[in-house]
């Protein structure tokens, strides 16, 4: 499927399919209002008031989610953590784009040894322990987001070769392929030109259930201390330190916790859809 028809495909899904269409709408509102809250509220998301602390959401005191145990405003930082935790999820969906489609496609085009070998480091990276990889960057190297970036993008492209992969090993046996090489098109051309385009519409499906495993893996980091480090803050960190308080402060895990279900329900159900849309046989 072309470029073009997969962007048809998807404003087709988010037409005829309402859950589809609402998924889309709400991650977009989300979006949106993450960037622009912290614009207009009067506090800052790294603002402490040691006499404000763990006070429970009002609308006076504009403290609309409540404050933390420093006495920082939540639904700023609450706000502030959506915009690193979709930050990130982007980021790292778009290295596993970039990394696992010219993967895949070269392994399944080239084929034979080149294939057999390329995948076998495949497998070998699957089977190192993840936790133990990004515990060791921590320990080799300082912590900040861009290696967050790194730990979570190092992986997630895996899934994403062995697919464009498979793809790949289709395409290549069509006309249009067998053509573009008897009139003496190079092998990059083909992949560039020819097999890449067409697998856009399996991209753009897949990829929208990358970006919920990209923010379950920078949520799961951040929540054992070896993600987004303070004073910033992602929605992972923001549940850990509400479950340290929830007793005294349930406000201070209900609302990052309800946000970051919200985000993953509703990718998750647009990349369903998408999915469906995309299998003939759900068509019948």
């Not at 979709?86 to 993967?103: C, F, N």
């Not at 900040?144 to 895996?158: E, K, R």
């Not at 992949?191 to 893996?217: C, D, E, S």
Request: proline share 3%; with cysteine.
């Amino acid at each position: 499927m072309s470029g073009r028809a997969a962007i048809r495909q998807f404003a087709a899904a988010a037409r005829s399919n309402r859950l589809v269409a609402a998924s889309l709408l709400t991650i977009v509102v989300i979006a949106i209002i993450a960037i622009l809250g912290p614009l207009v509220s009067p506090h800052g998301h790294i603002s402490t008031n040691l006499d404000g602390r763990l006070l429970a959401p009002s609308f006076s005191t504009w403290h609309l989610f409540g404050t933390d145990d420093l006495g920082r405003d939540l639904f700023v930082r609450t706000l502030a953590g959506t915009q690193v935790t979709l930050l990130v999820a982007v980021v790292a969906s778009a290295v596993s784009l970039l990394i696992g489609v010219s993967y895949g496609a070269i392994a399944g085009f080239l084929g034979g040894a080149v294939d057999a070998v390329m995948m076998r480091i495949v497998d070998v990276l699957y089977a190192l322990p993840y936790i133990f990889f990004v515990i060791l960057l921590m320990v080799v190297f300082d912590r900040s987001l861009l290696l967050v970036f790194i730990a979570i993008g190092a992986v997630n492209w895996l899934d994403m070769a062995r697919i464009v992969r498979g793809q790949t090993l289709s395409l290549k046996e069509r006309e249009f392929v067998q053509a573009a090489r008897l009139i003496g098109v190079s092998r990059f051309a083909i992949i560039l030109r020819h097999i890449t385009p067409n697998l856009f519409g399996t991209v753009i499906v897949y990829i929208t259930l990358t970006i919920p495993q990209a923010i379950l893996m920078e949520s799961f980091l951040s929540f054992l201390g070896l993600g987004v480090q303070e004073p910033d803050a992602s929605l992972g960190t923001l549940v850990n330190a509400g479950a340290s308080h929830m007793e005294q402060a349930s406000w201070m895990l209900l609302a990052p916790a309800t946000l970051l279900a919200l985000l993953l329900f509703c990718f998750n159900f647009l990349g369903d859809g998408l999915r469906d849309l995309a299998d003939p046989r759900k068509q019948k």
